[in-house]
């Protein structure tokens, strides 16, 4: 993963090639749509589905120049969204049993499959029924690449990340425990779901007990459908997609609970007030920094004069004082706005995987949802000078992704 790793990182050059010129009216659809001849579920006609709902929801719809823009619940680099969420669905009684896909843009929950005896946990390494939900991210590609070319295969994990934490904090506010299934035969997967080489699955979650029931495999493989309007994919980011593996760690818990509204509200921050997070905030959050991101290696950059002094932190002990703000901005790919933010942190590992970046961005994820909950501004940051920001911070650790913390202006 080394070679995905420089094959990937950002230069000032490689980042000004990617700032030229683009023709919005080109970018892939950022939805995938199953026949309307399926069977389907709106969002809100029942309530057994409010949890898959809150999984994957747009939460703003507008229209820039004359394209619809939407936001959902969960980041996206870009807000290209190259994901996409199923569910297999057993044993709720008022629920057809079977396979669904989670149609955030059109709020719908559309019947792929119904499954009996059968169904996805064989094909899973389950050997028996499993009732309740088992949910399959998926990645597509070729929506970052449009935009990002072979950078947008970290954004494809990254965003991959924070589904992976919104199904997690959904199933949480239902008082469901979720668990990461990984020890399956990931091509013939794909191929089950019906997926060709333009997606590919990222990550599975279980939701659900097992039953005494044995179960079958699926009687013939999902069908197929595009998930984008077009495909004009070069291929790199795709070949360092199908190499990553699916997504085996256990992933970060919320430190607080949240509500419905703070998985709704959920924005990535983009304008911080210059006067800052009050103490009990700031004081919360390098707590949680400080001792919750194992096996991650965070450094903690605070940018402002206060509770704490202004310097690099790591392992809850400053390593350098000091004013960073411009420096930071300008290793962040000149990003003005974090210089008003409180925190900086920058997430690390000896080892760069995909596993790795998933992690990272689940862990952000919940610093979105924690921040959310107390009102604080939050933004993940995939874009930043890979080598120049490891010499800044003094680091061989690979870079996996930022976040910045503080008192959004609203």
């Given at each position: 993963m080394i070679d995905f790793y420089e094959d990937t990182a950002l230069t000032p050059m490689k980042a000004a090639a990617l700032s030229g010129y683009i023709d919005w009216s080109s970018q892939p659809s950022i939805f995938k749509h199953y026949p309307e001849f399926l069977y389907r579920y709106k969002y809100g006609e029942n309530?057994?589905?409010?949890?898959?709902?809150?999984?994957?929801?747009?939460?703003?719809?507008?229209?820039?120049?004359?394209?619809?823009?939407?936001?959902?619940?969960?980041?996206?680099?870009?807000?290209?969204?190259?994901?996409?969420?199923?569910?297999?669905?057993?044993?709720?009684?008022?629920?057809?049993?079977?396979?669904?896909?989670?149609?955030?843009?059109?709020?719908?929950?559309?019947?792929?499959?119904?499954?009996?005896?059968?169904?996805?946990?064989?094909?899973?390494?389950?050997?028996?029924?499993?009732?309740?939900?088992?949910?399959?991210?998926?990645?597509?590609?070729?929506?970052?690449?449009?935009?990002?070319a072979k950078r947008s295969s970290r954004y494809c994990y990254l965003d991959a990340g924070h589904q992976i934490a919104a199904v997690q904090a959904a199933a949480k506010l239902y008082g469901q425990e979720t668990t990461i299934v990984s020890d399956f035969?990931?091509?013939?997967?794909?191929?089950?779901?019906?997926?060709?080489?333009?997606?590919?699955?990222?990550?599975?979650?279980?939701?659900?007990?097992?039953?005494?029931?044995?179960?079958?495999?699926?009687?013939?493989?999902?069908?197929?459908?595009?998930?984008?309007?077009?495909?004009?994919?070069?291929?790199?980011?795709?070949?360092?997609?199908?190499?990553?593996?699916?997504?085996?760690?256990?992933?970060?818990?919320?430190?607080?609970?949240?509500?419905?509204?703070?998985?709704?509200?959920?924005?990535?921050?983009?304008?911080?007030?210059?006067?800052?997070?009050?103490?009990?905030?700031?004081?919360?959050?390098?707590?949680?920094?400080?001792?919750?991101?194992?096996?991650?290696?965070?450094?903690?950059?605070?940018?402002?004069?206060?509770?704490?002094?202004?310097?690099?932190?790591?392992?809850?002990v400053m390593i350098q004082e000091g004013l960073f703000a411009d420096e930071i901005c300008s290793l962040l790919v000149n990003q003005s706005f974090v210089k008003n933010a409180d925190i900086l942190t920058v997430m690390t590992s000896k080892h760069f995987s995909a596993n790795k970046l998933m992690l990272s961005g689940s862990f952000t994820h919940n610093l979105y949802l924690e921040a959310s909950a107390k009102n604080i501004g939050c933004s993940g940051i995939g874009a930043f000078y890979d080598k120049k920001l490891q010499d800044f911070l003094g680091t061989q650790n690979y870079i996996l992704y930022v976040s910045a913390l503080g008192k959004e202006r609203i």
């Open positions: 309530q057994l589905l409010q949890m898959v709902e809150l999984c994957r929801i747009i939460t703003s719809r507008s229209v820039i120049g004359s394209k619809p823009y939407y936001q959902l619940n969960t980041p996206s680099a870009g807000n290209l969204h190259p994901m996409e969420l199923y569910v297999q669905i057993r044993g709720i009684k008022g629920i057809i049993s079977g396979i669904y896909h989670v149609d955030a843009g059109a709020d719908e929950i559309v019947l792929i499959r119904e499954i009996d005896s059968d169904g996805l946990e064989q094909n899973l390494g389950l050997s028996r029924r499993h009732d309740g939900m088992l949910f399959v991210l998926s990645c597509v590609p070729f929506r970052a690449e449009w935009k990002y035969d990931l091509l013939e997967f794909n191929r089950c779901m019906g997926f060709k080489e333009e997606e590919f699955t990222c990550a599975v979650l279980a939701c659900a007990n097992p039953a005494p029931k044995s179960v079958q495999p699926l009687k013939q493989k999902l069908m197929h459908v595009s998930p984008t309007d077009y495909n004009e994919s070069l291929g790199n980011s795709i070949s360092l997609i199908a190499k990553g593996a699916v997504f085996k760690s256990d992933p970060f818990s919320l430190a607080c609970g949240i509500s419905r509204e703070d998985i709704l509200k959920r924005r990535s921050a983009r304008v911080f007030e210059s006067s800052g997070m009050q103490e009990e905030s700031l004081e919360y959050f390098m707590n949680l920094l400080h001792k919750a991101t194992y096996p991650l290696e965070c450094f903690n950059i605070v940018l402002k004069e206060g509770l704490y002094k202004a310097g690099i932190y790591f392992s809850g």
